[in-house]
């Protein structure tokens, strides 16, 4: 139950293309849902993040879509670039003081120039 | 401001040996956490602390241990190393909840 399952493992998108990261999770006592991006050589840096208290979050090229009766949040990612190439990790934490954030297994971008 | 520090960057250890992972933030965070990355794995909690005095265990503790005598420090002790041990440390500094984790450079260990 403490599981964020995360697909696809690996992903490869044409310049200007639409990039889309899954994840689902169990536990209905999350409460924050981060996405991660972490480029070779460096540690993971924070992209964008959603309380489930609305559907639908965008910065810019990125969205977060969610779906609290399905336990599924999305990345969307719009007019995908070649600097966009890195590991994203979706992450969910729950209430209750540790704080502590559970990780998916990651997705590999590749965006092709 | 330096934020999250690690040191050392690389290490390799020959099995059995014991060393300390040093992990230092400027930010005053009260929570800070340490992870291994393993390839296709993710990041997984090894420890984590709520501040200064205050240590928990996370998802895969064993094998290392952690102490928080001050705001700034923690570092990550690892005894006996082994082979199941090589991975890519990384160390995380959060303000409070629904904050951003900052992550430090991480220290790549390898464990012969």
Known sequence: QQQVKQSPQSLIVQKGGISIINCAYENTAFDYFPWYQQFPGKGPALLIAIRPDVSEKKEGRFTISFNKSAKQFSLHIMDSQPGDSATYFCAASIAGGSEKLVFGKGTKLTVNP | ?112
């Open chain 2, 1 to 112: 401001n330096a934020g999250v520090t690690q040191t050392p960057k690389f290490r390799i250890l020959k099995i059995g040996q014991s060393m300390t992972l040093q992990c230092a933030q400027d930010m005053n965070h009260n929570y800070m956490y340490w992870y291994r990355q393993d390839p296709g794995m993710g990041l997984k909690l090894i420890y984590y602390s709520v501040g200064a005095g205050i240590t928990d265990k996370g998802e895969v503790p064993n094998g290392y241990n952690v102490s928080r005598s001050t705001t700034e420090d923690f570092p990550l002790r690892l005894e006996l190393a082994a082979p199941s041990q090589t991975s890519v440390y990384f160390c995380a500094t959060m303000k409070t909840r629904f904050y951003e984790q900052y992550f430090g450079p991480g220290t790549r260990l390898t464990v012969t």
